[in-house]
């Protein structure tokens, strides 16, 4: 314990010892436990980072290269290069080379939903679960493909048992079992405006979820990139656990990434607006990668071409092909994603060790961002989808992107496609993902179906 205590006094960090006398055997163990897994040597990257959120570096910002395999009757058909890329995707599904990457190790503080954002009941009729909804989309997957592909889901220490339990009690949605991994990421601390780490309690540090990024060392910590090399996956296509709407796999993208020898590739939806706060995908110094809308100026966001169209309309949607021996190599070199600062409103004790909840933000957390592979990359592909058929999360307690904007745009998304089949949309309406996943699917299902015909479309519909 000494030995520990002139450690993080020699970095100015002994105030984590300043209840220690207070303290029962159990708490001093667990603060102990917590005070040991702090890496102190990795302080100065977290003031690096505080730094960089403070003063960012100017960009040299240009637009990237993007592929789009819509064609012009978007988004009900796909393009002939689509068409053509899809059997080489497929014939890495029907050969057992693609592995499913969900993460849901975020806390959802946003929607505010009391357990794993995954155990959200988001379905419009039956109230089905984010989580149900991807073991189905698998399931079909599995259909398809003559087999499913394994699914590896990243949740946190926060909603590890949670995440764990809800998918036992369920037994794994029809998945089996063995097919089904879960791993924890890992954890930061958070350092307040003096640069001192922040407790949460007398016998606490508080730590959070070190970022979706911190799934490249927890994929290798937890041997999950192991067990995905024994099963002879090459590529990894990886998904978050809010986007109701997109595809578990897609095969014209994975034969696209494999065309073109991609390492990571990202797809991307033509943003709305140029204020829209999304991540950009574009080149940086001549390198691919994404930078933050807050990083562009007005008017650089509103920038236009020629035609009319925004220089910068590839809006990341947070979907990404990964190749397994691409992340092999980042860990074999020691490299690590880099850490971005936040500054939030972090519970923490005072100096009379009164838990305190701030009204104000008070403190720096850090997290790493899965999109920093991508300039990591020797090659990257860019895909452009249909928004309303790929990209539909669920982020907030209200609004667009709050569960009854998510269902509204749905319902409206799969009711065109009912009335092209069917030539009337129902007043509500739930497609099982086993049925179909977008509204291709769903107009080729409809038009040979004889029973739909009968189907009373005065009532909600529920396409099971
Ligand atoms: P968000 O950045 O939207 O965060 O995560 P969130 O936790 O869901 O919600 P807020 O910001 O607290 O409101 C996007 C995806 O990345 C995962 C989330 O679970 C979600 O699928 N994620 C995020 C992690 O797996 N780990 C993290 O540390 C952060």
Redesign the pocket.
């Known amino acids: 314990m000494e030995e520990l205590r002139v450690k993080f006094e020699a970095v100015g960090q002994g105030h984590v010892f300043r209840w220690w006398n207070e303290l029962g055997e159990r708490a001093r163990r667990r603060l102990a436990r917590q005070l040991e897994a702090v890496d102190l040597d990795r302080l100065p990257e977290l003031q690096a980072a505080i730094e960089a959120l403070q003063s960012p570096r100017t960009r040299n910002l240009s637009p990237a290269p993007t592929f789009t395999l819509a064609n012009e009757n978007y988004p009900y058909l796909l393009n002939d290069a689509a068409r053509a890329l899809a059997p080489r995707g497929d014939k890495e599904l029907r050969e057992g080379r693609v592995a499913v990457l969900l ?9 505010g939903f009391d357990g794993p ?1 995954g155990c959200f009941p988001v379905m419009p009729l039956s109230g089905m679960t984010l989580f149900e909804v991807f073991a189905r989309k698998l399931r079909r997957a599995g259909r398809d493909y003559g087999r499913v592909p394994p699914l590896y889901v ?1 949740v ?1 220490n926060h909603n590890e048992a949670a995440t764990r339990n809800f998918w036992e009690d369920h037994d794994w949605f029809g998945l089996q079992p063995e097919d089904v991994q879960f791993f924890a ?1 890992g954890e930061m601390p958070a350092l307040d405006a003096q640069g001192k780490l922040v407790m949460a309690g007398k016998d606490q540090l508080f730590t959070g ?4 990024g ?1 799934v490249l060392q927890a994929l290798h910590v937890k041997g999950m990139l192991a067990d995905m090399r024994r099963r002879g996956i090459r590529t990894i296509s990886y998904l ?3 986007n109701l709407q997109t595809p578990v796999v897609d095969p014209a993208f994975i034969g696209l990434h494999l065309d073109e020898g991609a390492e990571v590739s990202l797809k991307v939806v033509r943003k709305h607006e140029p204020a829209e706060r999304v991540g950009i995908y574009c080149l940086d110094d001549g390198v691919p990668g994404i930078v933050e809308y807050s990083e562009f100026s007005e008017q650089q966001a509103g920038e236009r071409d020629g035609q009319g169209r925004l220089r910068y309309w590839q809006g990341s949607i ?1 979907v990404h092909l990964f190749e397994v021996d691409f992340l092999g190599r980042l860990i074999d070199r020691g490299a690590d994603l880099p850490l971005h600062a936040a500054h939030k409103k972090v519970p923490h004790v005072n100096d009379q060790g009164e838990p305190v909840e701030p009204a104000q933000p008070n403190a720096y957390k850090f ?1 790493r961002f899965v999109f920093d592979t991508i300039p990591m990359a020797g090659n990257v592909m860019c895909l452009e989808v249909p928004r309303d058929e790929q990209f539909l999360p669920v ?1 907030n307690a209200e609004g667009a992107f709050g569960p009854e904007g998510v269902k509204q745009s749905y319902q409206d998304y799969f009711g065109r496609a009912v009335e092209i089949a069917l030539g009337k949309k129902p007043p509500a309406l739930e497609v099982d993902p086993l049925v179909a996943e977008n509204a291709r699917e769903l107009i080729e299902y409809l038009k040979t179906n004889d029973d739909a015909k009968s189907w009373d479309l005065t009532k909600p519909l529920h396409i099971t």
């Open positions: 993460v849901a190790g975020g806390q959802g503080t946003r929607l954002k990243m946190g990421q979820p070190d970022g979706h911190g978050q656990v809010d947070a997290e982020k």
